[in-house]
């Protein structure tokens, strides 16, 4: 996240809203006002699911709302994060994963590309040395990495 991005949790108070809303359509109604305000001044967005008290109903309409997109990745670091694209170009589902493979928090972001997935500049500068150093002297690439 950049400096100008907050994360607001949110609690909802349990059961249905007195209109007949549920959660999910309200957190999906949050998601509609959020990419319209990513498009005007490219602020991301982030909801964080983990401390909400979602109902088994509530995560299946979102899921439902969300559904699946066409991009995913993998991260593997100390521990495993899963980046899923929705249905929805700019809305994001990223969940890591603790030791045993359970969810240990899950995030909504309104993004182009989360910024967990972004590869950081002193990263990319060490793999411009490493790629560099591949050539050995007499201009012949090296197979070995």
């Known amino acids: 996240m950049g400096p ?9 108070v349990a ?13 999906i109604q949050e998601l509609a006002a959020a990419l319209v ?6 602020r991301s967005h982030v909801i964080d699911l983990t401390c909400m008290p979602l109902s088994g109903e509530d995560k299946e309409r979102l899921d439902a709302y969300l559904g699946l ?9 100390l521990l495993r994060t899963r980046i899923e694209e929705t249905r929805y170009a700019g809305v994001w589902r990223v969940r ?11 995030r909504i972001e309104v ?32 197979t070995k990495p």
């Open 96 to 106: 890591h994963y603790g030791p045993d493979d359970t969810v240990q928090s899950e």
């Open 15 to 27: 059961g249905a809203p007195s209109n007949g809303m549920t959660v999910a359509d309200a957190l």
């Open 69 to 77: 997109g066409e991009t995913s990745m993998d991260i593997h670091a």
């Open 4 to 12: 100008s991005d907050v994360v607001i949790p949110v609690y909802p």
């Open 37 to 42: 305000t990513y498009l005007r001044t490219q």
């Open 111 to 142: 993004i182009d590309v989360p910024e967990i997935a972004r590869a950081s500049t002193a990263d990319i500068g060490r793999s411009a040395q490493r790629l560099a150093a591949v050539k050995g002297e007499e201009g012949v690439w090296q």
